[in-house]
């Protein structure tokens, strides 16, 4: 999708340094597959209530291989 875009010029100059980009088009590539990356990932505080830990669950245990 062709679009065009006024881009911050210190943004833009930041964050090359951060990337590995040659262009311009592969840092926007980049930081959207990022953003998306991010706001996907599972926001643990989600899990409060809906988890349910076993009382006999011995860790120790485990790493003895008993």
Known sequence: MRTNIVLD???VKT???YSKAKTKK???NEALKELITSRQRLDLRDLRGKIEFRTDYDYKKLRRGN
Do not use: K, P, S
């Open 15 to 17: 964050a090359f340094r």
């Open 9 to 11: 010029d210190e943004i």
């Open 26 to 28: 592969e840092l926007i």
